[in-house]
């Protein structure tokens, strides 16, 4: 697994698969968002696998699907924090960008910006769309 953490209480990761969800555990996470679309995901690692597994290891799970160019605000309000959370989707960077917009108003845009690119997503083009949802 590649955990990229963003906050004390959130981090993302690409696609975990049932497998991990003990260890997803041990590391101290208590819910699970899924922002990758059931079509994307192989047999086996679909959203209601991950799901049975984490809920049978006493994990929450939110299935919060994000369409590759369609992020809605819909997406951006799902993507909340319920204790310590990993959000995932195929690579990460959807999770770490539906992150992004939600702090928006909540953090400084450029510590969102500079926490994104700790992380390993270096995305300075979202503060435009951070600042409007801010200013929103």
């Given at each position: 697994m590649d955990i990229r953490v963003l906050s004390p209480s959130f981090a993302v990761s690409p696609q975990i698969h049932a497998h991990d969800i003990e260890a997803i555990k041990e590391a101290g996470?208590?819910?699970i968002i899924c922002n990758r679309p059931i079509?994307?995901?192989?047999?086996?690692?679909q959203p209601d696998d991950i799901r049975a597994a984490a809920?049978?290891?006493?994990?929450?799970?939110?299935?919060?699907?994000?369409?590759?160019g369609?992020?809605?605000m819909e997406n951006i309000e799902a993507q909340v924090e319920q204790g310590k959370t990993l959000a995932y989707c195929a690579s990460?960077?959807?999770?770490?960008?539906?992150?992004?917009?939600?702090q928006?108003?909540?953090?400084p845009t450029q510590s969102i910006i500079d926490t994104l690119a700790d992380a390993?997503?270096?995305?300075?083009?979202?503060?435009?769309?951070?600042?409007?949802?801010?200013?929103?």
């Open positions: 996470f208590a819910h079509y994307e995901s192989a047999l086996g690692d809920e049978a290891a006493g994990l929450t799970f939110a299935d919060n699907p994000v369409v590759s369609q992020l809605t990460g960077t959807r999770s770490a960008i539906v992150w992004a917009l939600s928006a108003g909540k953090q390993g997503f270096p995305m300075p083009q979202l503060a435009g769309q951070i600042e409007a949802l801010a200013q929103a």
